[in-house]
């Protein structure tokens, strides 16, 4: 698994973590980078931030893409882990020029392959295309 992919997942672990225990991801964040410092582990990819902190200032716009074209889903209905990656790829997608949209897509299809349901692959797979395809229209 490439840096980026490991930071994306622990992106996702912090975004996951503080919807579950409904903190802010900025706190969760925090309490991340303190916990890694008070036990000599490493420090966190500077990509980690970049994404947290980049789903936090778009989540309005993200959240309201997501609910808008995910066809019959609300965003609290999401699995939590399915929530998390999209935000990160509707992130990505939108607002990181570096990352190519095929690889934020895929990317977030993988995170949910291996941590969520069944289905949620091809659900993620096809809101994110959505967003892809709209994206001229949004920016």
């Keep these: ?3 980026r992919s490991k930071a994306r997942k622990r992106a996702l672990d912090i975004l996951y973590q503080s919807d579950l225990r409904a903190v802010a991801p900025l ?5 991340e980078e303190s916990r890694r410092a008070a036990t000599h582990d490493p420090e966190l990819n500077p990509l980690v931030r970049a994404l947290v902190e980049g789903v936090v200032a778009h989540q309005e716009h993200i959240d309201e893409l997501l609910a808008t074209y995910s066809m019959g889903w609300t965003i609290e209905r999401m699995p939590a ?3 998390a990656a999209l935000r990160i790829g509707t992130f990505e997608i939108m607002w990181a020029d570096d990352v190519p949209d095929g690889v934020a897509i895929a990317e977030a299809v ?4 291996n941590l969520s349901t069944d289905e949620s692959p091809s659900f993620v797979n096809g809101l994110l295309a959505r967003i892809v395809e709209i ?3 949004v920016v």
């Design 1 to 3: 698994m490439s840096a």
């Design 27 to 31: 706190v969760a964040l925090s309490e």
């Design 81 to 83: 882990v399915d929530r």
């Design 110 to 113: 993988e995170l949910v392959s």
């Design 135 to 137: 994206k001229p229209t």
